[in-house]
């Protein structure tokens, strides 16, 4: 952790190294996996691409990694079967693709490659058969898209006292605060590999709602509590989950998770913290030690907050997470079953009945001094 005033601000040595390296371990085993391909054709062999299995009989739950991670059953895809055929090219087509952004050094969205493919006349049916490619991808190469350079497209932002350097193409030693802008700076590829160079910041807080972001952001949270601020836009992207992994793990500063008091929210949070089934075969997009800081159903009653009633969709997603592995703690169960008691949800926007500075003035410090922050 650190805890320093404006003239001891933190300086972070200059090192992209591991960014840089990514790609490079990505762009060589790309090569390498094409190598195989030609390799096997001129054996007069079909090429085959072998993979640890997503299927949901495969994905398990690992306390050691605090996540959901694939188990040992592989699949392989062979060019000789006819129904592995497509998406066999399909893949072949993909590994080429991001290889040369790689080379290139450019970056492409999911959208992107979908309307990409069919300059090369392969098609995919819709977005998300390529996207599941992409993902197929990543299993095979065991790093994530992030590092094809293929992103999403981007919603969510940041806001703090954090100067950072990008390393892209055309702005290489460009210096930038994060504070420079009011509405906060996008959480872009760009971003996402920058280097950190120097911070004041002793905290990361993460906000669900684009509405208390902006509200933390007037009331000057960045400076009264010494945070860096992170929108999430609702569920956290991936890149903006590795770039919170990363202020944590690079700059040691412990993250705080604000998000609704209902089961979504819980889930926004728990993602960030523990990841995703869906990525299951990714270990850089979690952070262990982030904690939840509400809206717990505790403060529903304790704050006498405005809420609504839980639908039905709501109390059964409660018990889908009663009964997940990464809900287990003792403090997660316990608003499970007080939310499912008084049946009741709010928003963060419902500490404004008391005023729109109550949720910064009382509810932020309390919560965070009970935290240990």
């Given amino acids: 952790m650190f805890s320093m005033g404006d003239e001891e601000n933190l300086s972070i040595k ?11 371990i990505v762009q060589k085993k790309l090569e390498e996996l094409g190598m195989k391909f030609c390799e096997e054709i001129d054996r007069g062999v079909f090429p085959t691409i072998q993979m640890k299995s997503r299927s949901t009989s495969n994905i398990f739950y690992s306390p050691k990694y605090k996540q959901y991670i694939l188990g040992d059953s592989k699949v392989t895809r062979s060019s000789r079967n006819i129904a592995h055929l497509r998406p066999f090219a399909q893949m072949v087509w993909t590994a080429y693709f991001v290889h040369e952004l790689i080379k290139q050094k450019k970056t492409s969205t999911l959208r992107d490659v979908y309307y990409s493919a069919q300059a090369y006349d392969i098609f995919f049916k819709d977005q998300s058969e390529s996207d ?31 100067t950072i350097e990008y390393t892209v193409p055309g702005y290489e030693g460009r210096r930038m605060n994060l504070s420079s802008h009011p509405d906060g700076v996008m959480i872009g590829p760009a971003l996402t590999d920058a280097r950190f160079i120097k ?8 906000i669900e709602k684009g509405a208390m ?52 929210g819980m889930h926004i949070a728990m993602v960030i913290i523990s990841g995703s089934a869906n990525a299951a075969h990714l270990r850089e997009l979690t952070t262990p030690d982030a904690k939840w800081a509400g809206v717990w159903a505790s403060d529903i009653i304790d704050y006498k907050l405005p809420s609504e009633k839980l639908s039905e969709i709501d109390i059964k997603r409660l018990k889908e997470l009663k009964n997940d592995p990464r809900y287990e703690d003792r403090h997660w169960q316990k608003q499970i079953d007080l939310f499912m008691k008084i049946k009741k949800k709010c928003e963060l926007e419902a500490f404004s009945r008391y005023g729109l500075t109550h949720i910064v003035d009382k509810y932020l410090p309390e919560r965070l001094k009970e935290l240990g922050a």
């Fill in 213 to 264: 972001f902006t509200r933390f952001v007037e009331e000057k949270v960045y400076e009264r509590f010494n945070a860096i601020l992170i929108h999430t836009a609702g569920q956290a992207p991936r890149s903006t989950r590795y770039f919170i992994r990363r202020l944590n793990r690079e700059l040691g500063l412990p993250v705080y998770i604000f998000s609704d008091g209902d089961p979504w």
């Fill in 199 to 206: 911070t004041s910041a002793d905290k990361v807080i993460v």
């Fill in 14 to 24: 200059k090192n992209d190294s591991s960014t840089v390296s990514a790609k490079s």
């Fill in 132 to 162: 599941n490619i992409i993902t197929d991808l990543e299993t095979v190469i065991e790093h994530p898209r992030e590092s094809f350079n293929v992103f999403p497209e981007e919603r969510s932002a940041v806001f703090g006292d954090l």
